[in-house]
């Protein structure tokens, strides 16, 4: 075995033990780890979508929030007209000059929603992880295709206005 003690200390020194990361940890110190984020009004009785767009594989966690009572749906395999609007990536890790191959998107065009993935419903003022979270082992492996992403505020009448926003955090295996 390589020695990785000049690059990394695996042995904590106060107590002889070994230490252990996680791989969500571990992926941003490979600079595999990526974010996409974004925030949009939504009109009452109205809705908003984003696009995931993976070109290898990508293991997704999203996690949405709302002003207004919402609900909360991602499709995969969705047929896109058109892209809509790109939103930035970020490698978490600075020091990395990886880029992310899978891209994201708010607005898209959509000719079919495709297969339903899952459908949250997230109260008013609250905050849901949609399909896990920082620290959970819910995750989506997600294969190569277009995925959507919509919240739809349409759950009470008259809707009132909110808004909405989406955490996008995946890395690409490689």
Known sequence: MADLSTRYRVVDTINDSLVVQG????????????????????LGDDTQEWMIRVTDSAHL?????VAVDMLFDFYGGATIAATGTSMPVANRNTFSSN???????????VTDDGTPLLRVYIPAGGKQTAAGNYESFMEWVLSPGDYL????????APASAGRAGVILNFYEPV
Not at 99 to 109: E, L, N, W
């Open 99 to 109: 880029t992310a191959s899978t891209t994201c998107f708010v607005g898209p065009t």
């Open 61 to 65: 966690r999203m996690t949405v929030s």
């Open 23 to 42: 791989e969500d940890h571990t992926n941003i110190h490979r600079g595999v780890f990526f974010s996409s984020s974004d925030n949009e009004p939504i």
């Open 149 to 156: 992403i919509r919240v739809s505020n349409n759950i009470i």
